[in-house]
């Protein structure tokens, strides 16, 4: 019995290389920017929560009751920079003060270091946070463009975790959750851009 393979002469065209790099804004080259450098790659997910509707006498699904409940739509990446403003970032509605003088464990004032205290103060009942755009952009084989996932409105929804381990380097999970935009409810805040090549190339 021969091997059976979905393998063509296509397949290494069609195969998405290497961790990528994460920007916030990257339609906005006014406010595109890097997140930092990460390790362990990222993870972008569309779920979407389906409702089968039943009717009696039939036993399973029937053809077109099926309607959307729910969508999340999410990124997850992993920085190994860590930054007062990505600790911003990780926890919404959060800010850092103008600086202090820094100073060691032991309470001596370091010279030419400013300590930045990160806190947040929840004033109203529905604080008003900050949502910006957030893709991820990777190498799509044989291709000069990359592909694109992103989420539009994102927020950070994830706990803020750090890990302190001899010979080790604290990374700063962060996961970002596509929010829907109120003028445009109808629109799913995710978005994949794929790049193909022209026939006549």
Same mark, same amino acid.
């Given at each position: 019995m021969g091997r059976k393979t979905g393998v063509t002469? @296509?397949? +290494?065209?069609?195969?998405v290389l290497d961790?990528?790099?994460v920007y916030f804004n990257i339609d906005d080259p006014t406010k595109r920017k890097i997140l930092g450098a990460c390790r362990g790659g990222g993870e972008f997910v569309v779920e979407t929560e389906w409702r089968d509707m039943p009717f009696d006498g039939v036993g399973g699904l029937v053809k077109g009751a099926r309607r959307a409940i729910n969508v999340t739509c999410s990124l997850t990446v992993n920085l190994i920079e860590i930054t007062? @403003?990505?600790?911003? +970032?990780?926890?919404?509605?959060?800010?850092?003060?103008?600086? +202090?003088?820094a100073k060691d464990e032991t309470g001596v004032t370091v010279t030419g270091e400013t300590h930045y205290e990160i806190k947040r103060i929840m004033k109203e009942t529905i604080p008003n946070f900050e949502y910006t755009d957030v893709a991820i952009v990777a190498e799509y084989a044989h291709h000069k463009a990359p592909i694109i996932c992103g989420l539009k409105n994102a927020m950070a929804n994830s706990n803020?975790?750090? +890990?302190?381990a001899d010979a080790e380097e604290s990374v700063l999970t962060i996961t970002f959750t596509g929010?829907?935009?109120?003028?445009?409810?109808? @629109? @799913?805040?995710?978005?994949i851009r794929i790049p193909e090549m022209n026939e006549a190339q």
């Amino acid at each position: 019995m021969g091997r059976k393979t979905g393998v063509t002469k @296509e397949t +290494t065209k069609r195969l998405v290389l290497d961790a990528g790099v994460v920007y916030f804004n990257i339609d906005d080259p006014t406010k595109r920017k890097i997140l930092g450098a990460c390790r362990g790659g990222g993870e972008f997910v569309v779920e979407t929560e389906w409702r089968d509707m039943p009717f009696d006498g039939v036993g399973g699904l029937v053809k077109g009751a099926r309607r959307a409940i729910n969508v999340t739509c999410s990124l997850t990446v992993n920085l190994i920079e860590i930054t007062k @403003e990505l600790l911003k +970032t990780a926890v919404p509605g959060s800010d850092f003060d103008e600086g +202090t003088d820094a100073k060691d464990e032991t309470g001596v004032t370091v010279t030419g270091e400013t300590h930045y205290e990160i806190k947040r103060i929840m004033k109203e009942t529905i604080p008003n946070f900050e949502y910006t755009d957030v893709a991820i952009v990777a190498e799509y084989a044989h291709h000069k463009a990359p592909i694109i996932c992103g989420l539009k409105n994102a927020m950070a929804n994830s706990n803020l975790s750090l +890990t302190f381990a001899d010979a080790e380097e604290s990374v700063l999970t962060i996961t970002f959750t596509g929010a829907f935009d109120p003028d445009n409810i109808a @629109e @799913e805040p995710w978005f994949i851009r794929i790049p193909e090549m022209n026939e006549a190339q």
